[in-house]
């Protein structure tokens, strides 16, 4: 029981007596047994609804026997490779006969091979595309900040102007009256 041997529980009921005295000790040996009992019914309990409400026994089927589960997944995968091979080299087959006789043009250019980009160098060229963006961005926002202050000054201007056009007509207008009285 517990794993505590003979010498252990004399000790135990020793310190006991010691502790609570021998009038008090068989009303507390009473109250841990009903907390053990209430434990271990607790215990019960809660395995019973892990059995039944958790526990799926269909879900043990996969793992009865693994192997046949890895067959099924193996013989799946085959099955599409197959596939995949047969779509390829029908592929394959429809690229060799259109270009089966290629120009005169076409065979003297030497052919490319298009080489991967590797992690960094997509990366740097995406920085750089960005970067030119950005660049192109702020262009046209210094342009269009341009053109708004353009436009502001050419309406400054023509509010000037009309303000100056009549002080300008009222020395005009006086000119031509001492024009007139002059010449009668």
Not at 64 to 91: H, I, R, T, Y
Not at 103 to 113: D, E, G, I, L, N
Request: hydrophobic share 40%; no cysteine; net charge positive.
């Amino acid at each position: 029981m517990f794993g505590i041997g003979g010498f252990e529980l004399f000790l135990i009921l020793l310190f006991g007596f010691l502790l609570f005295g021998p009038d008090k000790l068989p009303a507390m040996a009473k109250t841990l047994g009903k907390a053990i009992g209430k434990f271990r019914n607790a215990q019960e309990e809660m395995n019973k609804v892990i059995k039944n409400e958790v526990y799926d026994p269909d879900s043990d089927e996969p793992f009865k026997n693994p192997l046949d589960v890895m067959e099924k997944a193996a013989d799946a995968g085959k099955k599409a490779a197959n596939g995949a091979s047969k779509a390829v080299n029908s592929a394959s087959k429809a690229v060799q006969a259109t270009h089966s006789a290629p120009s005169k043009a076409a065979s003297q250019q030497p052919r490319t091979v298009a080489k991967q980009e590797s992690f960094s160098e997509r990366k740097a060229r995406y920085d750089r595309e960005r970067a030119a963006k950005q660049a192109a961005d702020a262009e046209k926002a210094e342009a269009a900040k341009q053109a708004a202050l353009a436009a502001a000054d050419a309406k400054s201007t023509e509010a000037a102007t009309p303000a100056a056009a009549p002080a300008s007509a009222a020395p005009a207008a006086n000119q031509s009256a001492s024009t007139e009285a002059k010449g009668e």
